[in-house]
């Protein structure tokens, strides 16, 4: 079974860059489905960020686009995301997941970042 | 489409059957997935496609869709089904997640 842990730094400073990493166990990057980032501001409703296919093409939220970037490591079955010029309202739990082209199948546990000086 | 929308509340009595709701254009091509999260809690899929239920998703939960709107259906709601519950689906050029508001479900 499929399990996909996201880590990163919990607290990162205004303007800088926000990177976390997703961990997936139980299956390999490389066989396919596409590897998702999703969001959550406290008390707010799911926000998807953007995904990666394994061969590394990749697709953002036009809405947050010009600051994202998802890239994908097969050797080490990880997948990251880098969020950057951060500001307060970035401040989210961060959540991967496997996604097939109909569903999100499978979701990581969630991190909680916090932008704060 | 670029919008998925969802009431943000709905209630329903032990036992009774309740229906939440997802409206949106992308619903016309797209089936909708259903998610429960329990608060502080990740989202756990309970519907994709036409209607189709995830191993260890009760068969009181159903789906369907008509048109633009996708519903997702508690028949003899418990509890336990007291929740957030959010629909998303492809939007219309295939490439980018939509997620609906979410609806809070109160069990009575």
């Known amino acids: 079974q499929v399990q996909l842990r996201e880590s990163g730094p919990g607290l990162v400073k205004p303007s800088e860059t926000l990177s976390l990493t997703c961990t997936v166990s139980?299956?390999?990057?490389?066989?396919?489905?596409?590897w998702e980032w999703i969001r959550q501001p406290p008390g707010k409703g799911l926000e998807w960020i953007g995904n990666?296919?394994?061969?590394?093409?990749?697709y953002y939220n036009p809405s947050l686009r010009s600051r994202v970037t998802i890239s994908v490591d097969t050797s080490k079955n990880q997948f990251s995301l880098n969020l950057r010029t951060v500001t307060a309202a970035d401040t989210a739990v961060y959540y991967c997941?496997?996604?097939?082209?109909?569903?999100?199948?499978?979701w990581g546990q969630g991190t909680l970042v916090t932008v704060s000086s | 489409s670029s919008e998925l929308t969802q009431d943000p509340a709905v209630s329903v009595a032990l036992g009774q059957t309740v229906r939440i709701t997802c409206q949106g254009d992308?619903?016309?091509?797209?089936?909708a997935s259903w998610y429960r999260q329990n608060t502080g809690q990740a989202p756990v899929l309970v519907i994709f496609?036409?209607?189709n239920r995830p191993s260890g998703i009760p068969d009181r939960f159903s789906g369907s869709t008509s048109g633009d709107r996708a519903s997702l259906t508690i028949t003899g709601a418990q509890a336990e089904d007291e929740a957030d519950y959010y629909c998303?689906?492809?939007?219309?050029?295939?490439?980018?997640?939509?997620f609906g508001g979410g609806t809070k479900l109160t069990v009575l």
């Open positions: 997941a496997r996604a097939s082209y109909d569903t999100l199948t499978s």
């Open positions: 998303n689906s492809r939007d219309t050029s295939g490439n980018h997640w939509l």
């Open positions: 992308s619903l016309r091509s797209f089936y």
């Open positions: 139980g299956f390999s990057i490389s066989s396919g489905y596409y």
């Open positions: 496609g036409k209607n």
């Open positions: 990666i296919f394994h061969s590394g093409t990749a």
